[in-house]
């Protein structure tokens, strides 16, 4: 792995000098490619091989990484960020070009939102062919890199052998650096295969920068929180990827200060505590609390439009806004802004507030809780409430789960329980479609040991039904539970809302337990009242498996219109 900055150079032993004066014969580019991943300490990558790639694909089984290779680009770079999540290493992801390339725009999208370790190393037109001319090249694009550099955190290009380990160290290092993001890395076609006399690549040092808080915002911070009279956490995804909920959680119960998580930040306080206020974020009930705080500390979440009830959220008192993105600072609500990584400004916090008690604080939760359930149970949704209630009691409590766009998931934003931090995933940082299964099956490449859950709609499962082959090829514990009510049913429900009649979004769709057992994959039909039985089945069989649940899903009334 990477070293310390101050370590001292290590001094090659006469056997390192040999082997570096004598390289072994038939290495290539992609040699280069695969030994600085190793030696940065990549142990799994994913992809999909294309024609002008070709050079980095040869080059992996002369490696000792293990390749997950999935069907379509933007499959294997949702494969890739739930990686990088579950683990908070890099997660390579190896491209063509082009077309290739292009097709994991989507997933690399959701990386930057939900801020994934994914390091995309594309391959590139041949050196002759880049700068803009027209020559003709299969997959030539004018400015490849142009169509990634709105999206990804940094842009590296290679023109040489030698300038590869460089390239991928310093895309490693923006990787990692807080806030972590997707990077991009690209390389042409001949550099990978022109065959190299270049030393093998050993350890490799892309150490992140630390993100450290300044000591004066800490001070006034503290101060703030010591004597505030009804202070409110406000905990994001940030407290999740910096490992930050002990530390956390310490705080909330040092100045008694309530703590409601964001989607993104589910998991960060346990569900049950008596200062937790859940996530129930897309409710009147929890925005009025907030608003009615007179000093809210923001960790790790730039308030966005559900982190924000759409942006109706208004508050009153004072915001503190830790964050470790700059651009999240300050952009939606005034605040006392404190560009750092969540874990560490929360130790120096807890160092440097005041103890405060407040016994009225968990009866305050308890009672907006207890307005919340009242004002869900007014709506006569016992059967989505109870399949949200299933799906908990059959998943174990460390297995991670990934929900795609879908009513059930959206309803497991607000009221699903995540046990245990970095298990609850999905993909609201961006909103695509098409997340969870490859998502999952990233997960179970980074831990084979525990089950993965998958949540998609009929809607969402089309875009993902290849990787059933991946899934099957690579015998991965993922469990895929699709809620088939044909059609975008959550589209549907806006549309009909909204103009009364839909349009594009009712589906035709396969018969989804022949079609994965076709892949030889089980699969079961099963109903709200076997739910957790077929669940659980699922979970203790190896390999992945597919449960069906045909229902129409309604989502409870939004208090934001």
Do not use: C
Not at 129 to 135: A, I, P, V
Not at 397 to 417: C, E, G, N, R, V
Not at 461 to 468: F, H, I, R
């Amino acid at each position: 792995m990477s070293h310390d900055h101050h370590d001292e150079r290590p001094e090659l032993t006469p056997a390192q000098i040999t082997a570096a004066l004598n390289p072994p014969p038939g290495r290539n580019g992609g040699d280069l490619v695969v030994e600085t991943l190793q030696g940065l300490g990549a142990t799994t990558v994913f992809g999909l091989p294309g024609q002008h790639a070709l050079g980095m694909f040869d080059a992996l089984r002369r490696s000792s990484l293990r390749y997950v290779g999935l069907r379509v680009e933007n499959n294997a770079g949702f494969a890739a960020d739930a990686y990088g999540r579950i683990t908070g290493e890099v997660a390579p992801l190896l491209l063509s070009t082009g077309p290739g390339a292009l097709t994991s725009l989507a997933a690399l999208q959701e990386a930057a939102s939900a801020s994934a370790p994914v390091l995309a190393v594309s391959s590139q037109i041949p050196t002759a062919g880049l700068g803009g001319g027209r020559h003709g090249y299969l997959h030539e694009l004018r400015d490849q890199q142009a169509s990634f550099r709105d999206i990804v955190k940094s842009v590296h290009t290679v023109r040489a052998a030698s300038q590869i380990p460089s390239a991928i160290a310093a895309a490693w290092e923006s990787a990692l650096t807080a806030p972590h993001g997707p990077v991009w890395i690209e390389i042409p076609q001949d550099v990978l295969l022109a065959e190299t006399t270049l030393p093998v690549v050993t350890a490799m040092d892309a150490t992140p920068r630390e993100l450290h808080a300044r000591p004066e915002l800490i001070a006034v911070a503290a101060h703030l929180l010591s004597n505030a009279e009804r202070p409110a956490i406000i905990a994001g995804g940030g407290v999740v990827r910096s490992d930050a909920s002990g530390k956390l959680r310490a705080l909330a119960e040092r100045i008694s200060a309530p703590v409601v998580t964001t989607f993104g930040g589910k998991g960060a306080f346990p569900w049950e505590h008596p200062l937790s206020l859940q996530s129930w974020l897309e409710d009147r009930h929890t925005t009025d609390f907030l608003e009615d705080a007179d000093v809210v500390l923001v960790v790790g979440s730039g308030l966005g439009e559900l982190s924000s009830n759409y942006h109706t959220f208004a508050p009153r008192g004072r915001v503190v806004q830790i964050e470790a993105d700059a651009g999240k600072l300050e952009s939606n609500h005034p605040a006392l802004g404190i560009h750092a990584d969540a874990r560490d400004a929360l130790a120096d916090l807890l160092e440097a507030v005041t103890p405060r008690a407040d016994p009225a604080a968990a009866e305050r939760v308890a009672a907006v809780l207890g307005r919340v359930r009242e004002r869900i149970a007014a709506q006569g949704l016992t059967l989505e409430q109870h399949l949200v209630a299933e799906i908990r009691a059959a998943l174990p409590d460390t297995s991670p789960s990934f929900w795609d766009m879908t009513i059930l998931a959206y309803w497991a934003w607000s009221a699903f329980d995540a046990r245990h931090p970095n298990t609850m995933h999905s993909a609201q940082g961006a909103g695509g479609l098409g997340y969870g299964f490859p998502a999952a099956i990233g997960a179970a490449a980074a831990d084979v040991t525990r089950p993965v859950l998958a949540v998609s709609g009929d809607g969402g499962a089309m875009y993902s039904l290849a990787e059933l082959a991946t899934a099957r090829q690579y015998d991965l514990p993922v469990t895929w539970l699709i809620v088939d009510d044909g059609g975008y049913g959550i589209l549907r429900e806006y549309m009909t809302g909204a103009f009364g009649e839909t349009t594009g979004t009712e589906l035709s769709r396969p018969d989804f337990v022949a079609l994965a057992e076709s892949f030889g994959v089980p699969a079961v039909r099963t109903s709200p009242e076997t739910l957790a039985d077929d669940l659980a089945k699922s979970f203790a069989q190896p390999g992945p498996s597919v449960v069906v649940l045909p229902a129409l899903l309604r989502m409870f009334e939004p208090t934001h219109l």
